[in-house]
């Protein structure tokens, strides 16, 4: 049974058994935010720029490294000074759905050498739990953290039920390295796994694409996970800071009421 009230980022600090997922929460409490940003942006240079706009206000950052028109190792440190520059973790949302052997070369190698700057990375399960040991195999040595596509925000989805369970299973086999989820429910009554929802947004309920939204108070409070995803309803805005500030605060209020 889940319980109705939550341990502080802070305290959840001890019970992560995943660097990635320590040093999170430690962010989390130091900032006072449990905002990441969704930077779904093409230009290379403007997503950089949004960055540097919000970077105080978010305590993760998920990028799509293969939307961008273009990529260099100069963009890598770029964006890397940002993050230290604005104390927050970098999450590239690859999502990787192959065997082991090959998500090992998508992760440690290639163009982007994802493991090299990403502090977090995403999978789905279904090739099995192969996924996660190739995945591991590369990640876990930099003291990376991949979380768990257990549960997706678009209509239709098929990340439910059994398959949702499944990926709670995998991640207590492999509680070093899977350091949570993405989902729209908390699905874990262990401190040390974190939840992070994405499809949060105020102003509508769903795309034309199948997006579904909710806000941030029903994501943190009646579905009790932890992380809110923002995308659209921030970079879109005229005034991403502003916006980006009313979402953190929003959150962070919806986390002291589970408290």
Not at 196 to 211: E, F, K, M, N, S
Request: hydrophobic share 40%; charged share 20%.
């Amino acid at each position: 049974m889940q319980s109705n009230k939550k341990l502080p980022y802070a305290v959840r600090a001890a019970y992560c058994t995943n660097p990635t997922a320590k040093k999170l929460c430690e962010r989390m409490a130091e900032k006072k935010t449990n905002l990441c940003l969704s930077a779904d942006i093409s230009d290379p240079h403007a997503l950089l720029n949004l960055v540097e706009a919000v970077g105080s206000e978010i305590c993760l950052l998920k990028t799509h490294v293969d939307i961008l028109t273009s990529f260099d190792q100069v963009w890598v440190h770029a964006l890397q000074a940002l993050a230290k520059k604005h104390a927050f973790l970098i999450f590239e949302d690859r999502k990787f759905a192959d065997i082991g052997h090959t998500v090992k070369q998508q992760y440690g190698g290639g163009l982007y050498r994802i493991a090299d700057w990403a502090d977090i990375v995403n999978a789905h399960i279904v090739p099995g739990p192969g996924i996660i040991e190739g995945l591991k195999s590369v990640g876990l040595t930099q003291q990376r953290g991949l979380l768990l596509l257990a549960e997706m925000s678009s209509e239709g989805s098929w990340a439910r039920g059994d398959y949702t369970q499944a990926n709670v299973a995998l991640a207590e086999q492999h509680r070093d390295f899977v350091m949570g989820f993405i989902t729209q429910h908390q699905l874990s009554d262990h401190p040390g796994f974190l939840h992070l929802t994405p499809g949060v947004q105020w102003q509508q309920t769903q795309d034309c694409l199948g997006q579904q939204y909710i806000s941030p108070e029903q994501a943190i409070i009646q579905h009790k996970t932890d992380i809110v995803i923002v995308g659209r309803g921030i970079y879109q805005a005229e005034q991403p800071r502003e916006q980006a500030q009313r979402y953190r605060k929003a959150a962070w209020n919806a986390y002291q009421q589970v408290l």
